[in-house]
Every structure is written in structure tokens, then in C-alpha cells.
């Protein structure tokens, strides 16, 4: 019997055996019948529904339970909620969400990731944007699988996330202050989080509330090969001469530490009984020192949380949102108006190094060669939401909506090779040796809505409808400062004044030298669900699907025409039909400086129980999903850069249950499980990108129907628990959580040396002394230590040596994975003054 099959054979045999416990649990229980399982009300439909009364895939985590587990953000989150998976990449490049095996983003590089992979829609409050907000003073958090298009604003293609913090209260005052100090196994020094909550209210109908919350994290990955002093110091010494390596390299102890300051600042006025307006700011700035990945699988023999980068690579991220919600209620309907204007800037530096050399345009002959690239990046958006709810008591009911979006995308890329230009005879004092440019805009706009009808009490049908629209349009340049003898083509600037011109001109239409491209698209999307339910306890459901995504620029450079005369850097993204270089492929029919939009059908059959007067709730559904040109991760032909391109079909089916049990006054146990497959459903020519040793010349390898798809894992598992009992003057609470998922594959089908990532398991516990004022908690969290990979970059292909003009070895550090923290142990504090 497989890996797979024994643990659905089990996992669904612990969640019979809990249900027959519970049912002895019951008999035994006289008297008890109030206790019941927790359930949350949400308003993921419009409406505010318990969880069990939504005829949809829906989970709920509330504010309670996100203090009561101590959730920090999504990913710690989303680790108990089946059907979702997080890859875990740290703060600085940006954590991909994959719901269901639909996977864009997989497992590689990718810096400065704002999207979440754009598989989910992401709301903060009724806003859509993607943020990795950080969990403070939150309501709750709600997450629905399958497409949601009549539904919300935003497209979807496999599901929505929306966080809902908590509103102003016009009930009373309130002060909250919390501290948390922790510490990693692998840190040498402690992490801290502190912060802030207030409520006040001024009037009967008028209050404000904020938060304020400063993260210092540790970090707990070392750097310990940084050369002394770019383009001096030899980033290859004799590493076994200890004097040789001390006169060339640093080391750099918890190099992925962060720094995250957030806040919340929200003004609600009610001036009528029946208008009611929320004013709130988001602000979000964290600032991060590298990244959180592991060359243990380089030749270098680096330790599992030290990474072989050659220079320092710090990243800021700053996001902030001005959002306005107004609801009214028209007696016959209920008018929401949402509008948000956002702003996210990414401003980091890498090393460029690896990609250099292995363009072998002789970089790698200069002996003490070091590369770095600094980037900043900024989006506008601007978003309006307007959508009417019937309220109504009648057979009838009924949703309709409009979106607009409206965004704008600026970056730039310098890159540096301090000491090259002298070594090759270039007059280049500022080093710089490439520059490129990149502008976007995107408006799109939707009408969308629902009505649903009861045929019965008990029978009730809803179908949905969604039109939509979008035009996106941008341009990039590039320039070779270093290999042009003439003056620069473009002008290095700040991000402001970049930002000023590139909208100037892109207003005026592209000037000479860059390259434009566009897209467009417009149709319309369909759902329909019926439900029926067999008892007041049991509900099921069927639900028909359809969701979309818009494409994108994959924001590269195109290559210039091939002339065999000239040593072009290779470093570009070649347009259909355009060749560069002997054996550039004859994939010759796709666009790697863009992707097109890609869609889903989704069939799912499900249902909604909640059993023993309560006590007991068990939920699960099973699903498939025909996905149309779908988005997936290669690489250009030259540099073998990452890119998105699309396929030309794929399909998803598993099935996903969840439970919770109030087993008695003391003691309440939750858990799911989710399996899934996710597959190529027709060849796909030139899918992924790999090199061919020795050397790094880039080879497309073909993907083949039937090949699994990378970024999920096909079994993922979760259960938690908590004990309370009476203590001194209020309680003790023990909690206990475990997750684990199975293996998970980095490139399609495991072509071209990609590696499989292990399955792995998490363990964490805590204890929570509560006297209702004064809570204090002691975790640790990776209970054992477990070290665990989330995402590769390269393959092992890319360990090669190569040779300096000196013949002194040049190592390529280009392969390395992401991994997830160690072991922390910690201590919470919260006082509340009401």
C-alpha cells in the first residue's frame, strides 16, 4: 500500500473513531448540552451566515483561536486549513499561495512577490489587495476554495482570503498592550514583538481604533562567505587556509533577520441609523536583511542554515492602503461602497554573481569577480467596489455588483561589477554595467451577481453570472553602460522621477529604443450551486465554477536582434518567432516577455454536518478542476531566467475534510485533511528550463501529459487540541498542534534534475494562563526541531566549478532551497484595561 493511501486509510479512520468517542462521550455527558463545537459567523456570502449554513467550501479562523494557536501571519495560518499551502520563502522574497495544486508562482526565485502567486484573491477588509498582513487585532480570517468571480469584486481562479479586522466598537473604551520575547535554536540572539490596541469611543456613533506593532525578528540563516570588499576580495579563496579565507570573506551571523513595523488607524462615523462608514489606513514596512534559504546541497559544504551569497542582500517592503467602506441599508437591499487606494515600493539589493558567470562571457576569468544588482519597485492601485445585497424576507434572493481596478507598476534594475571595467580595459569608474526599465498599467473592470432561489424549505438552487474586462499595457528598456563606448542610452534616476517619466511617456506612447507590448481580454464566467438539506444538521451541497485570471509581463527585457558579430549579453526574453544565437530552440511560437490569461472549471460535491447536539461538526467535499492555459513557471532560453509562460491544459481532483469536537467542558480537538493531484493534461512543449553541464547553456525540456504538477503536496494533515482547566484566579489552557504534508515536486514532473522536497511534520505547544485581564503564554513552536524544505532555486546541475585566468576555482552558487525556521521558544504577554 502506498505512502498516500495509508494515510487517507488512517486519517479518515482517526476522524470515524473520533465521531464514535464522541457519541460514547455524549452518553456519558448528561446534562451537557449546551456545550457545543465552536462555529463562527462570516460574511464571505454578503450575509452573516454560520460557517455550517453556507452552502460553500469555507473555513473560518477567528480572532480567538488566531491568539489562542498564536498565529503571526497567513502562512502559520493557512497551515491548518485544508486545500492550501504556502510556500514558505521568507519576508523578502514573498510567499506564494497555492490552493488546490493551482500553481503559478512554484517554488524558485521570484523577488518582491505582491500577487500571493494570483491563484487567490486577497481582501483586507472589503479592499482586494495582496498584503502578508500580519495577524494583530483581527476579527477573524476567512478562506473559500473553488473560484469566487460572482461573488467578489476581484477574479478569482481557485479561491478568496479575506482578512476582517476588527471595526471601531461605539460600545466602550478599550486598551490593549502585548510583548513576546523568543528565541530560534539556530539564532544567536533573541527575537521581540511588542504592541498596541485602543479603542475609543467619542460619541454614541463615532469611534476610532488603532493599533501599532513593532517585530524585531532575529533571523537564523548565516552568511558566512561575504567578500571584505566587492570586486577586491577573492569571493573563491583557498578555503582550506584559514589566513587566505579571513583576508577575503566576513561572515554575517542571522543574516534573515527582520524588522516589521505595522499599524492600523480607523475612524467609523454611523451619522444615521441606517448609514453606517468606516475610514481606516494601513501601514505596513518591514525591513529585511537577506534571505531564508539553505546551500547545503552546494559543493561548498555550507551548514543547513547557512547560504553561500557572496554579498549582502537587504530588502525593504513598505505597504500602505487608505481604505473607505460605506454601507447603507435601503430596507429593501443593503449598498456597500468600497473604495481603497494602495501603494506597495519594494527597494532591495541581490547578488548577481551566479546568473553572470554563467553567461560565460569571461566575467568568471576576472579572479576576484563579484556582482550586485539594487532594484526598487513600485504599484499604484486604485480600486472601487459597488454591490447591493437583498435583505428581504422572500423565496428570492439576490447579489449584483460592479469592480473597477486601476494599477500601475514602475521598476528599475541597476547592476554592478565593481573592478571588471579596469580588468577588461573599460572606462567605466561607477561600475555599472546594465540597466533596464519596466513600466506597466492595467485597468480592468466587472459586473457580477448572483440570485438564488428556494425551491423548497429544504431545496434551494442559485446561479451566477460575471462579465469582465481588462487592458494591459507596458514597456521596457534596457542599456549596457559597460560595453558601450558611446553615452549611456539611459540615464540611471531615483524611483520618483522614474516613476514621473515612465508614466509621461508611456501617456505620449513608448519613445525610441523600448519595447511595448499588450494585451486585452473580455468575457464572461458562470457558477451555479444547489443545496439541500437532509436534516437540520446536515447540509449538502453542488457547486459548478468558473474562474479566471488575467496574464501579465514577465517584466524582462526583450533581446535585441542575434548578431553573431557582436558579444551580446543573453540575459533577455526572446519574442515568437525571434532567435538568439545557434541552438536557441524552436519553440518558436512563444512570448517569454509576457503570459496570457488562463481559466478554471471547477466541479465540486460537498457537504456540512453538525452532529451529537453540536458537539461535533465534520464537513468535506470533493472536487475536480479543468484548468485552461494554465500559468506555469519556466525559464527564458537565454540566462534561463524565471519566467511565467502558459500550457496548454491541466486538471486538479482530491477532496478535503475537516472536523471539530467539543469532547467536553475541558477539552475541544479540530483537524483536516486534504488530498490533491494536480497534472498536465497535454503535452507542453518547452515547459522547463534546465542547463546541460558542463557549462550552462539553457535546454527546454518538454512536459508530457500526465506529469504532476510542482508546489503542492498531494497529503497535507492537520489537528490541534486544547486542555483548559480552572487555575488560581482565571484558567490554564494547554494547546497542542501538529501539520504535516507530503513530498512536493520543484518542477513539473521532476524533469531536468529537479528536486523532490521531502514530507515533513510540525509540532507545536503552548501554555496560556488567562485571568481575563492579564494573559501570559509559554510556546515553542517546532516542538523537534525539525528541519524542513519549502522551495528550491536551480538544480544540482548548476554545481560546477569553473576556472579564473589565474586557475583558481570559481564556484557557482546558483542552487540553494528555502527553508522553514527551527525550533523557537518563547514568552507572550498580553494585559487588557477595559
Same mark, same amino acid.
Given at each position: ?10 486519517s ?6 473520533g ?18 463545537a ?9 450575509r452573516?451566515?454560520?460557517?455550517q ?10 480572532g480567538?483561536q ?9 502562512s ?5 486549513v ?6 514558505d ?28 502567486g494570483g491563484?487567490v ?9 495582496f ?11 476567512e ?16 479561491g478568496?482570503?479575506?482578512y476582517?479586522? =476588527?471595526?471601531?466598537? %461605539?460600545?466602550?473604551?478599550l486598551?490593549?498592550v ?11 540572539s !533573541?527575537?521581540?514583538e ?6 475609543k469611543?467619542l ?13 524585531d ?5 548565516d552568511?558566512p ?15 582550506s ?31 444615521l ?21 539553505s ?17 549582502e ?7 500602505q ?15 456597500t461602497?468600497?473604495?481603497?487606494y ?6 532591495g ?8 558567470i ?6 568568471e !576569468? ?11 519597485g513600485?504599484e499604484?492601485?486604485? =480600486?472601487?467596489? +459597488? ?7 422572500s423565496?428570492?434572493n439576490?447579489?449584483?455588483?460592479a469592480?473597477?481596478?486601476n ?5 528599475y ?10 580588468? +577588461? ?9 546594465y540597466?533596464?526599465?519596466?513600466f506597466?498599467e ?8 448572483e440570485i438564488?432561489f428556494?425551491?423548497t ?11 469582465y474586462e481588462?487592458?494591459l ?8 553602460p ?28 513608448s519613445p ?11 468575457g ?6 444547489t ?13 459548478v ?9 514577465n517584466g ?5 536582434d542575434?548578431d ?10 526572446? !519574442? ?21 490569461p ?11 454536518s ?5 458537539r461535533?461538526?465534520?464537513?468535506g467535499?470533493?472536487y ?10 519556466s ?13 496548454e491544459?491541466a486538471?486538479?481532483?482530491? %477532496? ?15 483537524g ?7 497534472k ?21 525540456l518538454?512536459?508530457s501529459?500526465?506529469d504532476?504538477?510542482?508546489g ?6 492537520? +489537528? ?7 487555575f ?32 515533513f511534520?510540525?509540532?507545536? +505547544? ?11 503564554? %509559554?510556546?515553542?513552536? =517546532?516542538?523537534?526541531d ?14 560546477q ?6 586557475g ?8 540553494y ?5 527551527p525550533?523557537?521558544?518563547?514568552v507572550?504577554?498580553k494585559?487588557?484595561?477595559?
Amino acid at each position: 500500500m502506498s505512502k498516500s493511501s495509508l494515510l487517507r486509510q488512517t486519517s479518515l479512520a482517526v476522524l470515524a473513531t473520533g465521531l464514535v468517542m464522541g457519541a460514547n462521550a455524549q452518553e456519558d455527558a448528561s446534562g451537557d448540552s449546551e456545550l457545543r463545537a465552536q462555529t463562527i459567523t462570516v460574511t464571505a456570502t454578503r450575509r452573516a451566515e454560520s460557517v455550517q449554513d453556507i452552502p460553500l467550501n469555507i473555513a473560518a479562523v477567528g480572532g480567538e483561536q488566531i491568539e489562542e494557536q498564536g498565529f503571526d501571519e497567513l502562512s502559520d495560518m493557512l497551515s491548518y486549513v485544508p486545500g492550501i499551502n504556502v510556500v514558505d520563502r521568507g519576508g523578502r522574497q514573498g510567499n506564494p499561495l497555492i490552493v488546490r495544486g493551482l500553481n503559478a508562482d512554484g517554488l524558485g526565485s521570484g523577488d518582491g512577490n505582491n500577487d500571493g502567486g494570483g491563484t487567490v484573491a486577497t481582501y483586507i477588509g472589503e479592499i482586494p489587495l495582496f498584503v502578508d498582513l500580519k495577524l494583530n487585532d483581527m476579527q477573524r480570517v476567512e478562506v473559500l476554495l473553488g473560484p469566487q468571480g460572482t461573488l467578489y469584486g476581484a477574479g478569482t481562479l481557485g479561491g478568496a482570503i479575506r482578512y476582517i479586522p =476588527n471595526k471601531p466598537d %461605539f460600545g466602550g473604551d478599550l486598551l490593549e498592550v502585548r510583548s513576546e520575547v523568543s528565541k530560534y535554536s539556530e539564532a544567536s540572539s !533573541l527575537s521581540y514583538e511588542t504592541g498596541l490596541t485602543f479603542n475609543k469611543a467619542l460619541a454614541p456613533n463615532f469611534a476610532i481604533r488603532g493599533s501599532i506593532d513593532f517585530e524585531d525578528d532575529s533571523g537564523f540563516i548565516d552568511y558566512p562567505y561575504i567578500v571584505q570588499e566587492i570586486g577586491v576580495s577573492d569571493p573563491d579563496p583557498d578555503f582550506s587556509d584559514p589566513s587566505d579565507v579571513a583576508a577575503n570573506l566576513r561572515g554575517v551571523t542571522d543574516a534573515n533577520g527582520e524588522r516589521t513595523v505595522s499599524g492600523r488607524l480607523a475612524a467609523r462615523w454611523e451619522p444615521l441609523d441606517w448609514l453606517d462608514g468606516t475610514a481606516t489606513y494601513y501601514y505596513q514596512k518591514s525591513d529585511i536583511d537577506g534571505r531564508q534559504g539553505s546551500s547545503w546541497r552546494n559543493t561548498l559544504n555550507t551548514g543547513k542554515y547557512e547560504l553561500a551569497k557572496r554579498v549582502e542582500e537587504p530588502n525593504e517592503i513598505t505597504n500602505q492602503l487608505l481604505a473607505l467602506e460605506l454601507t447603507a441599508d435601503l430596507g429593501f437591499a443593503e449598498l456597500t461602497s468600497a473604495t481603497g487606494y494602495s501603494r506597495f515600493d519594494d527597494d532591495g539589493q541581490r547578488d548577481q554573481t551566479d546568473l553572470l558567470i554563467s553567461l560565460e562571457y569571461s566575467y568568471e !576569468l576576472f579572479p576576484t569577480f563579484t556582482s550586485f544588482t539594487h532594484e526598487k519597485g513600485r504599484e499604484n492601485t486604485f =480600486n472601487q467596489e +459597488v454591490r447591493l445585497v437583498s435583505t428581504t424576507e422572500s423565496r428570492f434572493n439576490w447579489i449584483i455588483g460592479a469592480f473597477y481596478n486601476n494599477s500601475d507598476v514602475t521598476s528599475y534594475s541597476q547592476e554592478y561589477t565593481p573592478g571588471y571595467a579596469d580588468y +577588461v580595459g573599460f572606462d567605466r569608474p561607477d561600475d555599472l554595467e546594465y540597466y533596464s526599465q519596466f513600466f506597466s498599467e492595467l485597468e480592468e473592470m466587472a459586473l457580477f451577481g448572483e440570485i438564488g432561489f428556494e425551491i423548497t424549505d429544504k431545496w434551494t438552487v442559485t446561479v451566477g453570472g460575471r462579465y469582465y474586462e481588462y487592458d494591459l499595457e507596458s514597456f521596457s528598456d534596457v542599456d549596457f553602460p559597460l560595453f558601450d563606448s558611446g553615452p549611456d542610452y539611459l540615464q540611471p534616476v531615483g524611483i520618483n522621477d522614474l516613476e514621473n517619466s515612465l508614466k509621461s511617456d508611456f501617456a505620449a506612447g513608448s519613445p525610441n529604443g523600448t519595447e511595448r507590448t499588450s494585451q486585452s481580454d473580455d468575457g464572461t464566467l458562470f457558477k451555479f450551486n444547489t443545496s439541500y438539506e437532509f436534516t437540520d444538521d446536515i447540509l449538502g451541497y453542488f457547486t459548478v465554477s468558473e474562474g479566471y485570471r488575467i496574464g501579465n509581463s514577465n517584466g524582462i527585457g526583450v533581446c535585441p536582434d542575434y548578431d553573431p558579430t557582436d558579444n551580446q549579453q543573453g540575459a533577455c526574453a526572446l !519574442l515568437p518567432g525571434q532567435q538568439f544565437g545557434p541552438g536557441a530552440g524552436d519553440i518558436s511560437t512563444r512570448d517569454e516577455s509576457q503570459y496570457g490569461p488562463d481559466t478554471t472549471t471547477n466541479y465540486e460535491l460537498g457537504f456540512k454536518s453538525t452532529l451529537m447536539d453540536g458537539r461535533v461538526t465534520l464537513n468535506g467535499a470533493v472536487y475536480f478542476i479543468e484548468w485552461s492555459d494554465p500559468q506555469l513557471t519556466s525559464a527564458t532560453i537565454n540566462a534561463s531566467i524565471p519566467i511565467t509562460v502558459n500550457a496548454e491544459g491541466a486538471e486538479s481532483k482530491g %477532496f478535503e475534510v475537516s472536523g471539530a469536537w467539543a469532547v467536553n467542558e475541558n477539552l475541544s480537538v479540530r483537524g483536516s485533511y486534504s488530498h490533491t493531484e494536480a497534472k498536465l493534461t497535454a503535452d507542453a512543449p518547452g515547459l522547463v528550463g534546465t542547463i546541460s553541464p558542463p557549462g550552462f547553456g539553457t535546454v527546454l525540456l518538454d512536459g508530457s501529459d500526465g506529469d504532476r504538477l510542482p508546489g503542492s503536496p498531494e497529503d497535507q494533515l492537520s +489537528v490541534f487540541g486544547t486542555y483548559v482547566m480552572p487555575f488560581a484566579d482565571g484558567e490554564l489552557a494547554f494547546n497542542a498542534g501538529y501539520t504535516w504534508q507530503g513530498d512536493v515536486l520543484s518542477r513539473t514532473g521532476g524533469l531536468g534534475d529537479g528536486l523532490t522536497l521531502d514530507s515533513f511534520g510540525l509540532a507545536n +505547544v503552548s501554555a496560556v494562563y488567562d485571568t481575563g485581564d492579564w494573559q501570559a503564554t %509559554f510556546f515553542v513552536n =517546532n516542538l523537534f526541531d525539525e528541519f524542513y524544505e519549502t522551495g528550491v532555486v536551480g538544480t544540482n546541475l548548476y554545481n560546477q566549478v569553473l576556472s579564473d585566468d589565474l586557475g583558481g576555482p570559481v564556484y557557482q552558487r546558483t542552487y540553494y532551497t528555502h527553508v522553514g525556521a527551527p525550533r523557537s521558544m518563547g514568552v507572550r504577554l498580553k494585559y487588557t484595561f477595559d
